[in-house]
């Protein structure tokens, strides 16, 4: 399942490959300088996320959070009033631990979006899943971020919720509560891959940390994470549900169910 994600292997060996074309040099330089733009704008969010003293430190995350998904995303969903309420319950989940958002309150309004569109009861999580979900995904992101193997939107840390112990919080903050239901719509394996460790009474921050304890901490090259991700759209229980719901109601009436759990999910005061 998705994770052991970490379990992290050593492989010093490359395949032979052929000398690129001009044509594929060009392609490669572009999608370098591409990539290499995209890490060091992450590597300032992570730094503000990790350094958010006002609202105004808040919303300067949220709108650089935005602006990374700016293609993707679709503009009634990144406008002034939905950046300025997600920031707002991020400045508020940090300045007071009291204000984190639940798990369960995740949980609950996921559960309500996959009754509302009748997808199957696979789907519907509780607190304890979502909690394995995010243990997993800070743990292996945090370990590949410090190693500098991957320092991507996937992967930065400082956005987490953290306890004393370093481990992650009971609640989110803002912006990982929006992460937990895009894993939990977009890749789904991660839910199963939580309920097996569950089942098996396996935490993946512990045996992360066990197959780390005696990793050389500069070891870079050939560093390889194995993880499985969500290729097949047919896997995905979701996806089914979604295109039904918006064939037999329309796009309206969808888009207006998930401003209503957006309201849930961040309550006005």
């Not at 919720?161 to 919080?169: E, F, L, N, Q, Y």
Request: glycine share 4%.
């Amino acid at each position: 399942m998705i994770v052991l994600w970490l379990i992290l292997a050593l492989a010093f060996t490359d395949p032979q490959q052929s000398t690129p074309t001009p044509d594929e040099q060009a392609t490669m330089q572009r999608a370098q300088l591409e990539h290499e733009r995209h890490r060091q704008a992450v590597v300032q969010l992570n730094e503000l996320a990790g350094r958010i003293h006002s609202e105004a430190d808040a919303l300067a995350f949220v709108d650089g959070i935005a602006d990374i998904f700016a293609d993707s995303l679709p503009a009634a969903w990144a406008g002034p009033s939905i950046r300025q309420r997600v920031a707002h319950a991020e400045y508020e989940a940090i300045s007071d631990p009291l204000r984190l958002i639940p798990e369960q309150r995740i949980a609950d309004v996921w559960n309500e979006y996959v009754r509302e569109i009748g997808a199957p009861e696979e789907a519907v999580v509780n607190a304890a899943e979502i909690h394995s979900m995010r243990d997993a995904d800070y743990a292996s992101g945090q370990a590949m971020w410090t190693r500098g193997m991957n320092e991507s939107i996937w992967t930065m840390p400082n956005f987490y919720a953290t306890g004393p112990d370093g481990k992650i919080s009971d609640g989110c903050r803002a912006i990982e509560a929006l992460r937990v239901i895009y894993d939990l719509d977009r890749t789904f394996d991660n839910l199963r891959g939580a309920r097996d460790r569950l089942r098996k009474g396996i935490v993946a921050s512990d045996e992360i940390k066990k197959h780390l304890k005696n990793a050389d901490p500069n070891q870079k090259t050939g560093f390889r994470v194995l993880v499985r991700a969500e290729l097949r759209e047919s896997t995905n229980p979701l996806r089914p549900a979604e295109y039904r719901y918006m064939r037999e109601h329309g796009l309206d009436n969808f888009n207006q169910l998930l401003e209503r759990l957006f309201v849930e999910l961040f309550p006005s005061e």
